[in-house]
């Protein structure tokens, strides 16, 4: 912990070093004692509360809905092995399309407002959801799935006793990248369509010259990306106390 | 009663038909414990799953107290060799003896005691909170015993159960099914490949040829019902079956050598 925090303070000082000696110029890399303080002065404003919270709202609905329809048809497709087959190339195709080709065709239906970010952000994180799901279904022991059968389970008692807990591993994973990658796409929507949220105040700061701000916003971005990943993190540990990648050593 | 009828299994893939099983008559009487020992790849699994209704037979019938078997009978209970695959790891002991019982509607109060005397009877009390991970091989196949018993099955099937524990934990471990056959007067058909095992727990044994399979043999266990460790392995009648045994088994694998399996 020490030494990460260490490294972590190295980079903070050569960020205020570097412009101070004058090896990059200060009006492009302000020192970091100059972001800082830009980040001060724009933490007490409530338009820069209602930015960080225009962004988390994108951010936490498109998630949610991404979640929430990634594990439906992954449990869907992934438990009827004739749907898994007859799904399996248009997967393929739609899951490489990069979600900020989409960005013409969400301004075309929604225009700047929150919808657009909305669809960029469920398009690219329902993907994650889904492929780890359906992971998560092909991974069922055989041998606990014939126990199950062998006590004669219902078809949703399987689902719900052997499915479900054995995918759900696959589920966190899949959760933790599709938070990531929807804080990637809801900055981006912001940015380049301009619909309000830490995007459209990055590209606000950059076009009328205040750089220590820009700064300041992209650090803002990168502490909401640390937080929803240590978040994820700690959900995983709660909730997978069971599984063999959090239970560390059995006792015996 | 446990009665199979002219059992056949043959896998087909695209290319081949494999032989699995190729007739297989024989019946299990009500609160008999038999043994089925047979060289190893002779199909007992596959046998065991067409018993169990977890596989589908090519041809004959099983039938559980005069029903036919099409899917897992009620009061069958399987206990697998894989216990660490078999036990759910995302649940405590408790509940993963607890779980079947719930999913056949007990009310809750039958389940808590039905429960408890499972895990007493297996000698596991004090272990209902802890997860199957967290116990020992031996332990983990206790409580998929526990939960087999728990169940009030009558008929019990056991596929290789001691095959992965310890030589020790498996005398104990055998001790444990002969007990509890004898206090709960289930039915049991015990799958293994180990020969002495078969005739220290069975009253009968049945001995498989090699694949595809047909009963080679079939031997009643005379040894006194009360059976130990020590004496019973030292008596001169035990040789004497466990010999048999090894003979008909030994007999079975040369017989399978010349053909390999009839490969169409």
């Known amino acids: 912990m020490i030494l990460r925090l260490s490294g972590l303070a190295a980079l903070v000082a050569l960020a205020e070093l570097l412009p101070r000696l004058g090896v990059v110029s200060p009006d492009y890399l302000p020192p970091a004692s100059g972001i800082a303080a830009a980040l001060g002065r724009e933490a007490a404003t409530a338009s820069f509360w209602t930015a960080v919270g225009d962004t988390l709202v994108a951010w936490a609905i498109g998630l949610a809905v991404a979640v929430t329809a990634g594990v439906a048809a992954g449990l869907l497709v992934g438990a009827v092995p004739v749907l898994r087959a007859w799904t399996a190339s248009t997967i393929e195709f739609l899951r490489p399309i990069p979600s900020v080709a989409l960005i013409p065709l969400a301004v075309l239906l929604y225009g700047t407002g929150l919808g657009s970010s909305l669809l960029l952000i469920v398009y690219a994180a329902f993907w994650q959801v889904l492929v780890q799901v359906l992971y998560g279904v092909a991974d069922v022991d055989p041998v606990a799935d014939e126990t199950a059968r062998s006590f004669r389970f219902s078809p949703w008692a399987r689902v719900r006793h052997v499915l479900w807990p054995t995918a759900l591993p696959y589920v966190f994973t ?29 590209a606000v700061a950059q076009s009328s010259g205040a750089v220590p701000v820009m700064y300041a916003m992209i650090v803002v971005t990168g502490v909401l990306g640390v937080l929803i990943n240590v978040g994820a993190r700690l959900a995983e540990r709660r909730f997978l106390a069971w ?3 959090v239970r560390g050593e059995v006792a015996l | ?38 060289p190893s790849g002779c199909g007992k699994t596959t046998l065991l799953r067409c018993i169990g209704g977890l596989l589908e037979p090519s041809g004959g019938t099983v039938r559980v107290d005069s029903a036919p078997v099409a899917g897992p009978p009620a009061g069958m209970a399987v206990v697998f060799q894989e216990y660490g695959r078999s036990l759910f790891p995302w649940m405590s002991v408790r509940d993963n003896v607890a779980l079947p019982l719930r999913q056949k509607k007990l009310p809750r109060g039958r389940v808590n005691s039905l429960v408890g005397e499972a895990l ?16 020992s091989g031996g332990m983990q196949q206790r409580v998929a015993i526990a939960r087999a018993v728990a169940y009030e099955p009558s008929i019990l099937l056991m596929d290789e159960p001691f095959a992965a524990v310890d030589a020790q934990t498996r005398a104990d471990l055998e001790d444990l099914v002969r007990s509890l056959w004898q206090r709960l007067g289930v039915t049991i058909l015990f799958v293994t490949h180990d020969i002495d095992e078969a005739v220290y727990l069975g009253q009968r044994v049945i001995m498989l040829s090699a694949s595809p399979t047909v009963i080679q043999d079939e031997l ?12 019973t392995r030292a008596d001169p009648r035990f040789t004497a079956l466990r010999t048999h045994v090894y003979e008909q088994i030994q007999a079975a694998k040369i017989a399978a050598q010349p053909s390999p399996g009839p490969v169409r």
């Open chain 1, 174 to 202: 899949g959760i933790r990248l599709a938070a990531a990658v929807a804080l990637v796409l809801a900055v981006t929507a912001e940015l380049v369509i301009g619909s309000p949220g830490l995007g459209a105040v990055i």
């Open chain 1, 243 to 245: 599984h063999q990648s």
């Open chain 2, 1 to 38: 009663m446990l009665e199979v009828i002219g059992l056949r299994k043959v896998y087909r893939t695209d290319r081949r038909e494999v032989e699995a099983l190729r007739e297989l008559t024989f019946t299990v009487g009500a609160g008999e414990l038999v043994c089925l020992v047979g």
């Open chain 2, 120 to 135: 007493q009877a297996v000698g596991l009390e004090g272990t209902e909170t802890a997860y199957p991970w967290q116990l």
């Open chain 2, 220 to 231: 009643t266990v005379d040894l006194p019902d009360k059976r130990n460790q020590l004496h």
